[in-house]
Structure formats: structure tokens, C-alpha cells
């Protein structure tokens, strides 16, 4: 167990220490810089969407039963609109704390 705990972390921080010794002293192409800025848009949305979709393990869209769902929808509905992280998070919670209380 301890072995591919060490292990993992190993690779993550090699993997991690490459970019650094590659792009360290000089400036990072274009052609690698854009998709990078991406990539935690898309983490965000990997952790995210399983536990708004599925909070008990099932997919479940009824807003009776997964509150998480609509909530997730007026928070989309506001970053689409506002693109203001603020915003759609005090929204977001707001109504995932109204649709918690009322349903």
C-alpha cells in the first residue's frame, strides 16, 4: 500500500517537475499554453458535476429528490449570464440552501 502511495506521489511530482525544468528559464510555446488553461476549468468540472448529478451514487434530475441538480442549473445559468465567480457561488449556494429548505 505505502509502496503506490509513494509511487503515485512520485510520478505526480516528477511529472509536475517537468514542466518546471523544461519552461523554467525561458517562455512557454503558444501552442502548449493555450490548452494548459483549460485544464482547471475541466478538474473543476470533473469533481463538480459528479456530486451535482449524482449525490447518492445514482443519476438522479428530479429537483424533489436532488436538490444539487437545479441549483447546478441556476448557478450555470448565472456564471453564463454574470461571469462573476463571486456571484455564482453566493447564488449557487443560496439556492441550493432554499431548495434544501423547501423541498
Same mark, same amino acid.
Given at each position: 500500500?505505502?509502496?503506490?502511495?509513494?509511487?503515485?506521489?512520485?510520478?505526480?511530482?516528477?511529472?509536475?517537475? %517537468?514542466? $518546471? &525544468?523544461?519552461? &523554467?528559464?525561458?517562455?512557454?510555446?503558444?501552442?502548449?499554453? #493555450?490548452?494548459?488553461?483549460? =485544464?482547471?476549468?475541466? /478538474?473543476? &468540472?470533473? $469533481?463538480?458535476?459528479?456530486? =451535482?448529478?449524482?449525490?447518492?451514487?445514482?443519476?438522479?434530475?428530479? !429537483?424533489? %429528490?436532488? !436538490? #444539487?441538480?437545479?441549483? &447546478? /442549473?441556476?448557478?450555470?445559468?448565472?456564471?453564463? #449570464?454574470?461571469?462573476? $465567480?463571486?456571484?455564482?457561488?453566493? =447564488?449557487?449556494?443560496?439556492?441550493?440552501?432554499?431548495?434544501?429548505?423547501?423541498?
Amino acid at each position: 500500500m505505502w509502496g503506490a502511495v509513494i509511487a503515485i506521489g512520485l510520478g505526480t511530482y516528477l511529472t509536475r517537475l %517537468s514542466f $518546471i &525544468g523544461a519552461f &523554467g528559464e525561458r517562455e512557454m510555446p503558444v501552442w502548449l499554453e #493555450r490548452p494548459l488553461r483549460y =485544464v482547471a476549468p475541466a /478538474v473543476l &468540472g470533473a $469533481i463538480v458535476l459528479p456530486a =451535482v448529478v449524482m449525490p447518492d451514487g445514482v443519476i438522479e434530475f428530479a !429537483p424533489s %429528490s436532488n !436538490p #444539487r441538480f437545479l441549483a &447546478g /442549473v441556476i448557478a450555470a445559468a448565472v456564471a453564463i #449570464r454574470f461571469r462573476n $465567480i463571486t456571484v455564482v457561488i453566493t =447564488v449557487g449556494m443560496a439556492a441550493l440552501w432554499i431548495l434544501d429548505a423547501l423541498l
